[in-house]
């Protein structure tokens, strides 16, 4: 059978030229705002790619182009990010998370989505665990 043809797709959330360090200096919360500076040394220690921010509110590390496998469409897009949300922080691993079943729990408190593993705060789970989890994550893609 042959391969399906992809269309590269235009996207909204793209990689701009803003500063990452005003991004997350501009946080309020003092733990949300350390901890974004952690995760920021832990993807990029582990990526081997700087800090960029994809669109307002994405800090995202390295690029890829992902193909979707239900439509064919592809995009261009990071290997690994994270977003500071009002609720928790969003982590977005190329990997499908609930795959890690027996990793996850080890992590500690986190919530799962479609592709997203969400934490309220580093010191709420083992970070030697999430450390493991990104660079699998990099290992997939």
């Not at 949300?32 to 995202?60: F, L, Q």
């Not at 239900?70 to 928790?88: E, L």
């Amino acid at each position: 059978m042959p391969a399906k043809k992809t269309k590269l797709v235009e996207i909204k959330t793209k990689a701009t030229i803003a500063s990452v360090d005003d991004f997350v200096n501009a946080i309020s919360d003092e733990q949300t705002r350390n901890d974004c500076h952690a995760i920021i040394k832990m993807m990029e220690k582990a990526s081997g790619d700087p800090a960029v921010m994809w669109g307002p509110a994405i800090i995202g590390f390295g690029h890829r182009i992902y193909t979707s496998e239900k439509t064919g469409r592809s995009v261009d897009w990071m290997k690994i990010g994270f977003s500071p949300r009002k609720a928790n922080i969003s982590l977005y691993l190329s990997v499908d998370i609930n795959k890690h079943t027996d990793t996850l729990k080890k992590l500690g408190k986190h919530k799962t989505g479609k592709g997203c593993l969400y934490i309220n705060k580093l010191a709420d789970i083992d970070v030697k665990v999430l450390e493991g989890l990104i660079k699998e994550s990099l290992k997939n893609k």
